[in-house]
């Protein structure tokens, strides 16, 4: 389980990259 959050985390922090470098 706590691998899965981990996992969530990382891709929400890269979403959030994303998201902004595209702005």
Same mark, same amino acid.
């Given at each position: 389980m706590?691998?899965?959050t981990t *996992?969530?985390?990382t891709f929400?922090?890269?979403f959030f990259v994303t998201?902004? *470098?595209r702005y």
């Open positions: 706590l691998h899965i *996992n969530y985390k929400r922090s890269f998201s902004a *470098n």
